[in-house]
């Protein structure tokens, strides 16, 4: 089954503690992102990848590092959490048309807590 | 500044009833505007997609209207039912490659 898959999909943490989310598709997409929510704000872009070792910054990219070494796999890593990055976080991927995302297929989610 | 602006934020109708969501949108160059139907928890999902050069697309009940000239768009629902209940999210694509833009969506809610 073609799919976004995240892990965690809930996670409790402490403020500074080093957390890693990790986000996998089998669907061979070149393109992957991620967002967060928050209520009010709706999604907001933080890094994406269009391909093996090329990411870039979104719109809130700030406390957060991502890497692409494989083309299945986009994890986001937070070296220190802080309690403003309190959200839910979405994995999504894309084939590339015309150099840039074609439909995205959004993974489940993690809702992130940090105390 | 790249902006994109739904409206209304929220919305309320009966079950059967038709309902229009606007987009619009400040991000230039346009690539293209992309509608994203968004359940409580869940990831989004895509309904369609305008490009510059497309002015009506449709995907059963849903249609979409795009006028790049005045940079707005607009998604029609027609005949709702219950589980059309949902946010629905505007996304532009502009000319910096992986840039995309969301707007902050509108939540329909539908009434038996």
Request: proline letters at 5%; hydrophobic letters at 30%.
């Amino acid at each position: 089954e073609a799919q976004v898959t995240q892990n965690p999909r809930y996670l409790i943490t402490v403020t500074g503690k080093k957390l890693t989310v990790t986000c996998s598709q089998n669907m061979n997409h070149e393109y992957m992102s991620w967002y967060r929510q928050d209520p009010g704000l709706g999604l907001r872009q933080i890094y994406y990848s269009m391909n093996v070792e090329v990411t870039d910054k979104g719109d809130v990219p700030e406390g957060y590092k991502v890497s692409r070494k494989e083309k299945r796999n986009f994890p986001l890593i937070l070296e220190s959490p802080s309690p403003n990055q309190t959200s839910l976080y979405f994995c999504a991927s894309s084939f590339l048309l015309a150099g840039g995302p074609f439909e995205q297929f959004f993974g489940p989610g993690t809702r992130l807590t940090v105390l | 500044k790249n902006q994109v602006e739904q409206s209304p934020q929220s919305l309320i109708i009966l079950e059967g009833k038709n309902c229009t969501l606007q987009c619009n949108y400040t991000v230039s160059p346009f690539s293209n505007l992309r509608w994203y139907k968004q359940d409580t928890g869940r990831g989004p999902v895509s309904l369609t997609i305008m490009t510059f050069s497309e002015n009506t697309k449709s995907n059963g009940r849903y249609t979409a209207t795009l006028d790049a000239d005045t940079k707005q768009s607009s998604l029609h629902i027609t005949a709702s039912q219950l589980s059309d209940s949902a946010s629905y999210i505007c996304v532009v694509r502009g000319s910096t490659l992986g840039r995309l833009y969301f707007g902050r969506g509108t939540q329909l809610t539908v009434w038996p």
